[in-house]
């Protein structure tokens, strides 16, 4: 996700999530950002928020998961103007 988001110039993705997941995301170096309060949604709890596109989410994320270079392409990263 972060790769393609990357390649389109966006900055964040906005998800709804469980709880297990953000904590997931978390370990793994992805923080979600949270919008509002965790609320209840069938037998989970359902939790709305923002997770970071950068060069250094992406590199967080490689990280943790020992990924060595890009699993969809190549990101085009762009400077920022």
Do not use: C
């Amino acid at each position: 996700m972060i790769e393609f988001g990357l390649s389109i110039e966006l900055t964040e993705i906005v998800t709804v999530t469980d709880a297990r997941m953000e904590r997931i995301l978390r370990r793994a170096g992805w923080p979600l950002r949270r919008i509002g309060k965790a609320r209840p949604l069938g037998n989970t709890t359902a939790i709305a928020g923002y997770l970071e596109v950068s060069p250094d989410a992406l590199h967080r994320i490689r990280k943790a998961g020992h990924i060595s270079g890009p699993v969809l392409w190549a990101p085009v990263i762009r400077a920022a103007a």
